[in-house]
């Protein structure tokens, strides 16, 4: 069998650490986690960025479809008869193997264009050095990949001059037309990539500088000088290359120690039983640990900022920490926000004794809810942010909100999905239309406004921005809205006072709150199956089908349906499971257009979603399909706000609750 070349991603899995290139070949299960960035690229419009790079180039010839030795071969051919522009240049140099987004030939010089959806700004002198010169550490793995590229290039073709190009979008730049990114056409999938469609883009787009290349020959040789390129190797660059493409072909690592870097590995798994993962089998031989599970590691410490102290001395288990390990934490005092640190030994007192109740303070939260006012508002929003601008004069990545669930909460615990917005019509910014509805959904009485972690609030902080260069009268009124229940960040140019700051469940629950079952994690994805586990209100409310369109607790998108269910084992499972699968039982030209976006349960399909509706001509049933799984992934958002509430209020003791 053929061996795996050292191909681009192998490198830079490699760098990271040597023995994930094995791993790629012997967890094959695991592959999706390794390239998970598919949905990430069409989210972020990193595919509309790949086709607009190319674009600049008219003259160019596309190998992306051929074979691999097919391309090697055109590619040689093609330099051979002179002055051409390639896209997808393919080059070998003994088993390093790499393929050039775009290449120039100019007079015997090779020009590497390595496309990128990052962006920067245009007017920093070098973007990519410290003030000292060193190399930002944001930017090594793009520099790196580069670097590796111009390596092979240079020895696959003795002779010639090879300069080395990172193109990237420059946020200091702004569209000069609207329907830019609509100019991309997403039409499935060919391979690893989104099949793409270029309409006509206007001669004016191309001059307004939205992508530049810029030269990185000079980053290049730091590398190519450095004698330490990350944790892994202290060698020259070319034994860099040497030892990863013997790792390739042996599929053998070298020796490397745990690190902390090893809490974020691409192939970890949520059983980590030994056997299923790549982290497991180097926990094992490594460490010499395999009775572990999930949150039992110092990796999985909320907040560790010691991992490389702890791993120093020894310390690789959780429940091994000492107090004296995070500076000797006091006792919590009810009534007092917990510190980091408090927190901390929270989580490993309860692995410690192995105590799956709640820690609650009960006086700190009473507090917090005696400034409440009724009704409670809940809400969440959804943005997007792309590298090619949707409308005029907007900057790359300029904020889009696109959508938001709204849930009330009487004084009398009576329960109600309200509003909802939902825009995805690529030819109108819905930003004005998105605070005039939330202005509408909420501003008709002063109830406390709650939110999950900053989001919320630096999106109305970025809307409010945008209404500043609007001197009508109703801008001027949706600014007094947004100032109302924002908070200005610190560094903003105009200051106002918050007459209604919304309220941050998830500073709520690092402060006064701590589930074990969660490990640590605070997201409402892991909080929202501790809070049901543990309330009695709620599962013994929402175990029946109580929610959903004409129920006791009505809803805007669900039919009746009951939230608490349990899983094999008894354990209560988390209700995101039960968002549905969007092409369960669609026809295959269907499904195709969807783009593999099977299930919205995160945020990251959403904006997948999201950009998937702007930029591709979908047919009825799958544009229906994709907004419906949107409307019903953010109404069960702010849904589980809801049953965070109620289940504080329930462990709290307050009786006065009933269902609905």
Not at 497 to 508: A, E, G, I, T, W
Request: hydrophobic letters at 40%; charged letters at 20%.
């Amino acid at each position: 069998m053929r061996k795996p070349a050292l191909t681009k991603s192998r490198f830079a899995l490699g760098l990271r650490c040597p023995q994930k290139i094995v791993y790629e070949q012997e967890y094959p299960s695991q592959l999706n986690a390794v390239n998970s960035d598919f949905l990430s690229l069409l989210a972020e419009g990193g595919f509309q960025v790949g086709a607009f790079a190319k674009a600049h180039f008219p003259d160019g010839l596309d190998l992306s479809l051929l074979d691999t030795e097919s391309a090697v071969i055109r590619t040689k051919e093609l330099i051979s008869s002179g002055d051409c522009t390639i896209f997808e240049a393919a080059f070998s140099h003994g088993n390093c193997l790499v393929r050039v987004d775009i290449l120039e030939c100019v007079s015997g010089k090779l020009i590497i264009h390595e496309v990128k959806a990052k962006s920067f700004d245009s007017a920093s002198e070098r973007p990519f050095q410290n003030k000292d010169g060193a190399l930002k550490s944001v930017w090594k793995p793009f520099l790196y990949d580069v670097a590796f590229q111009k390596y092979v290039v240079s020895r696959a073709f003795v002779g010639f001059k090879v300069c080395a190009n990172l193109m990237l979008v420059d946020k200091a730049s702004k569209s000069p037309i609207s329907g830019l990114y609509q100019c991309f056409k997403i039409g499935g999938r060919a391979g690893n990539r989104a099949a793409i469609q270029v309409l006509d883009i206007p001669h004016e787009v191309f001059s307004a500088g939205l992508l530049r290349s810029i030269d990185v020959d000079s980053e290049c040789d730091l590398i190519f000088a450095a004698i330490e390129h990350g944790i892994h190797f202290d060698c020259s660059f070319s034994d860099l290359v040497d030892q990863l493409s013997t790792v390739c072909e042996d599929l053998v690592a070298p020796s490397v120690l745990v690190s902390e870097e090893c809490g974020s590995c691409e192939f970890r798994s949520s059983s980590d039983d030994g056997t299923s993962s790549g982290f497991a089998h180097c926990m094992a031989t490594k460490a010499e640990l395999t009775d572990f599970s999930p949150g039992d590691l110092i990796f999985d410490l909320w907040n560790n900022r010691r991992i490389g102290k702890q791993l120093a001395s020894g310390i690789i288990k959780l429940k091994d920490l000492e107090a004296a390990d995070l500076g000797h934490p006091d006792e919590p005092v009810q009534g007092v926000p917990l510190t980091t640190k408090q927190r901390q030994w929270l989580q490993i007192s309860k692995l410690k004794t192995r105590d799956p109740k709640p820690w609650i303070d009960a006086v700190g939260l009473q507090k917090e809810m005696e400034r409440w006012q009724f009704p409670l508002h809940f809400i969440d929003f959804e943005t997007s942010r792309v590298a090619l601008p949707f409308f005029k004069n907007q900057s790359p990545y300029h904020n889009v909100a696109f959508q938001f669930s709204h849930h009330t909460v009487d004084i009398d615990g009576r329960v109600e999905h309200a509003h909802q917005f939902l825009s995805t019509n690529p030819l109108v910014n819905p930003n004005l239309d998105f605070v005039r509805s939330l202005r509408a959904a909420i501003g008709g009485d002063q109830g406390t406004i709650f939110m999950y972690s900053q989001h919320e609030n630096s999106t109305l902080f970025a809307i409010h921005k945008d209404l500043e260069e609007h001197s009508d009268a109703e801008a001027l009124h949706l600014r007094e809205f947004i100032e109302s229940i924002t908070v200005p960040a610190k560094d903003a140019a105009k200051a106002w006072q918050c007459s209604r700051p919304m309220v941050d469940l998830l500073k709520l629950i690092q402060s006064y709150v701590y589930f074990p079952s969660t490990q640590g994690n605070n997201s409402i994805k892991a909080v929202l199956p501790a809070v049901l586990s543990s309330s009695n209100f709620l599962q013994s409310t929402y175990r029946y089908p109580i929610y959903g369109k004409g129920c006791r607790v009505p809803s805007l998108n669900f039919d009746s349906i009951s939230w608490v269910r349990r899983g094999k084992t008894g354990e209560i499972l988390s209700p995101y499971l039960q968002l549905p699968d969007i092409g369960a039982d669609l026809s295959d030209s269907d499904r195709e257009e969807l783009t593999e976006i099977t299930k919205i349960d995160d945020g990251g399909a959403a904006l997948a979603a999201f950009a998937r509706l702007t930029g591709g001509a979908l047919g009825d049933t799958a544009r229906e399909r994709l907004e419906q799984s949107l409307l019903m992934y953010c109404e069960l958002d702010t849904l589980a706000m809801v049953f965070l509430y109620q289940g504080l209020m329930d462990l709290m003791g307050h009786e006065f609750m009933s269902p609905p």
